[in-house]
């Protein structure tokens, strides 16, 4: 094992107990991320002179007898659409190619607090909108398990960077299953966490109900470090709840007996790849088999999940997307520059938006629209409480839910790029978590002709800590997490 | 619902301030009707006398999330001007084309 494979938990020991310094952590990450990304894509911005000054001052640290902080020297890549105070930070739009933020995201600050060294920013679908990662301004990722083929999205690139050994720990954020469906097709450990248990302040926005920032990483010990690490209440985000963050590491003891794993078996049974069931039914089975009891349950509204978030996500799209006007920050048209406004707006938002991103606030401006409202915007809303009240019935007699990620595994790129709508449907098992506001987590659990296959672990809200406990007991059971992709 | 024309995506379009190209208008035209089409299956769910989610945390009833409306340090002016693509910084001012064609 050479030190690209190291956990972030053990490279922060290695640090810590001074086999290993900072500096050369994180030299090793630099060489291996330009040795890597040209075939992968998975980074729009590396900054080698701030991460080497950011890990020489933790050596400086431990070399003054301070204790290291839970990532203390460990090497992470953030979702380009993270502010980080000087950092480009562009969400993969031309719209935003000259942006440098002012501020730090709230998840920065606790990133660098607890010693974490930020080496860039990963690509992604411009806005976070897609599933494939073939919407960035700056080219689609490719999967480093097979070059042709999608990474998933919208963190194309954290998920590409965790498996392709670029970084131990990478973040995302999931507004449908941006973290969970490309760590999916990546192999590796992605966690949604529940929505209010992460500080949203400095995510760009894509729809505010829904977003939240989680980790990427290749083990489940390091993503409940790394949620400990950033979750909690944050007054710059009314939305962050005030719930007591425990140390979900911790919790990680392997005992699943007689934790009640929900199914949703119709819910499960149609339109699912033949391969992903069997690795599917294969993880449930090792469930069982760790102690944990298999429950049939029913979420009758789940069917109608893809269509409440497209309208609702959409909706708030297309509201947030609205501060994008060529005046305050990024782009503007330099066809409509001596104006009149209204023409400047119009070109510099035409010019400046890729095409889903623009397909989106067109959708969600419709449904918002008079006459339009009540038919789909309020409906959405209304079959979003019936969906919750599904996930609230189930867990009054299952610990956690268990469901593929994603219906089929990871596609070619340019496969479904024609068809927006195929590629919308791709995302059913993801999108109902983000609804119901519930933490959810990927896990590794197969392949399919070498390409990875996940499941997922929904739990209850603010019930982190389960789900990790029954990912950490399956990871123990299992290889998958330790497979590494090809790529040299 | 009636399906969507091209007329419909250019009032969509100019209230979300998006001037879209000829090549845009029928490809929109297209896959947002198949969107919406697609969103019909809604209307066959009951839904009456239930509530809109437009919130989770509104159901959660988690209490203190308003803090004291006390002034705070804000950004400078410098740093919420130093994106602008055009500003008159000594001024403190986004600079904009005319307003008036």
Redesign the interface.
Known sequence: MTLVDRAARDLRQDIADGTVSAVEACRVTLDRMSSANPALNAFNHVDDERALARAAAIDRQRAAGERLGPLGGVPIALKDNLCVRGMRTTASSKILDSFIPPYDATVVQRLEAAGAVIVGKTNCDEFAMGSSNENSAYGPVHNPWNLDTTPGGSSGGSAAAVAARCVPLAFGSDTGGSIRQPASFCGVVGLKPTYGRVSRYGLLAFASSLDQIGPFARTVADAAIALSVIAGHDPNDSTSATTEVPDYAAGLNGDIRGVRVGVPRAFVSEGVDDRVRTAFDAALATLRDRGAVLVDIELPHAQFAIPVYYLIATAEASSNLARYDGVKYGFRSAAAKDGPLKTMYSRTRDEGFGAEVKRRIMLGTYVLSAGYYDAFYLKAQQVRTLLRRDYEQAFASVDVVAMPTSPVPPFRLGEKTADPLQMYLGDVFTVSVNLAGLPGVNVPCGFAAGLPIGFQLIGRMFDEATILRVADAFERATDWHKAAPPLG | ?PSLTIA??ER??????????DD?KPL?TR??A???N??E???A?D?SG????????T??G?Q????ADEPRPS?PVA??L?????AARDAGL?R??????
Do not use: S
């Not at chain 2, 239930?50 to 945390?57: D, E, K, M, Y």
């Not at chain 2, 203190?64 to 803090?67: A, H, I, L, P």
């Not at chain 2, 130093?82 to 055009?86: E, G, I, M, T, W």
């Open positions: 619902m419909d995506v969509i379009a100019a209230l979300a301030h998006l001037e879209l190209t845009e929109f896959q947002l198949d969107i919406l697609y969103a299956q809604l209307q769910v839904t239930v509530p809109a989610t437009a919130h989770v945390n159901a959660r988690d203190g999330v308003e803090r950004l740093d919420a130093a994106n602008a693509p055009d986004f904009v084309p005319r307003v008036i064609g």
